[in-house]
């Protein structure tokens, strides 16, 4: 049996309209480093306050406090303010789990994953205070820095940005 032309082309338009746009799902980009291919963020020295963010999709407390992160992001994007998202998990879960977990937010932010088994090298490197326990947040702006590990609220978050400002 054969379809008419015109019939053809209706089922090929519907299975457009139904099946999403690549340009509707947001692009993930996502760049996997080692320590000495990251240790630069830790080293500007501008009048930008930045809050780099270690978190992974298995850390409960991280996914409980990304949702203030991300919209204090949103907020003061552009306000010399710049957000970096540092992904602990596993490199070969890039695929599969954090690029669709980070499909579906939306912040304006930098986002890396750290893939470097010498943690106990590179963990007092970023701060002498962190004992390794994730959520943890470094925020700094031209040499002036504070960390702090575990979760943090929107209140929290954005009184430590000021008291950067």
């Avoid at 760049?31 to 000495?36: M, P, Q």
């Avoid at 919209?71 to 070969?92: H, K, M, P, Y």
């Avoid at 963990?123 to 205070?129: A, D, F, N, R, Y």
């Avoid at 954005?158 to 950067?164: E, H, S, T, V, W």
Wanted: proline share 6%; net charge negative.
């Amino acid at each position: 049996m054969r379809l008419p032309l015109s019939a053809l082309i209706m089922g090929l338009a519907l299975l457009a309209l139904a099946t999403p746009s690549l340009a509707t799902v947001p692009e993930v980009r996502i760049k996997v480093v080692d320590f000495e291919g990251f240790k630069k963020e830790l080293e500007a020295q501008d009048d930008t306050v930045r809050i780099i963010n270690f978190w992974a999709t298995w850390c409960l407390p991280c996914l409980k406090e990304l949702p203030d992160f991300e919209r204090t992001a949103r907020e003061r994007a552009g306000n010399r303010v710049a957000f970096i998202f540092v992904s602990l998990d596993n490199a070969e879960q890039l695929d599969t789990r954090v690029i669709p977990f980070l499909r579906e937010r939306e912040a304006p932010a930098r986002h890396f994953l750290l893939d470097d088994p010498g943690a106990n090298r590179w963990i007092p490197l970023v701060s002498g205070e962190w004992s390794g326990a994730i959520p943890a947040t470094l925020i700094y702006r031209s040499g002036k820095r504070k960390f702090h590990e575990g979760m943090m609220s929107y209140d929290e978050l954005n009184a430590q940005i000021n008291g950067m400002l």
